[in-house]
């Protein structure tokens, strides 16, 4: 089999290349799914490391509910960066830019 890429595969692998950079820029911190604002969403877990981690991930968008029952949207952070929410000042999307 030719080890040469085709434009396919190279397009797809580059894809995924971004796709890990703008997934490190998230320091866990869970402050967009409410771990600072204190009533976070049911779906958000703390782990062991102290770090957070959302248990339904690649379900994530769409309703939802916090601790308390409340009802919400999670959408893509792109969508949010221009708002503001409690602990944001140490999000990585907004300190190390959205490149
Ligand atoms: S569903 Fe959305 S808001 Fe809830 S923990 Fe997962 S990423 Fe955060
Ligand atoms: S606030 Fe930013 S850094 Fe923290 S978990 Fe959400 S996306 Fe990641």
Redesign the pocket.
């Known amino acids: 089999m030719s080890k040469k890429l085709t434009d396919r595969q190279r397009y797809e692998y580059l894809q995924q290349q971004k796709e890990k950079q703008w997934e490190a820029k998230c320091r866990r911190c869970g402050a967009?799914?409410?771990s600072i604002e204190g009533d976070?969403?049911e779906?958000?877990l703390q782990l062991d490391n102290g770090l957070f981690a959302?248990?339904?991930?690649e379900n994530?968008f769409g309703l939802?509910k916090t601790v308390s029952g409340r009802e919400f949207y999670?959408v893509p952070i792109r969508n949010i960066l221009h708002e503001s929410w409690p602990g944001d000042e140490c999000c990585g999307y907004k300190t190390k830019g959205i490149k």
Request: with cysteine.
């Open positions: 967009c799914c409410g976070p969403c779906h958000l959302c248990s339904i991930y994530r939802h999670c």
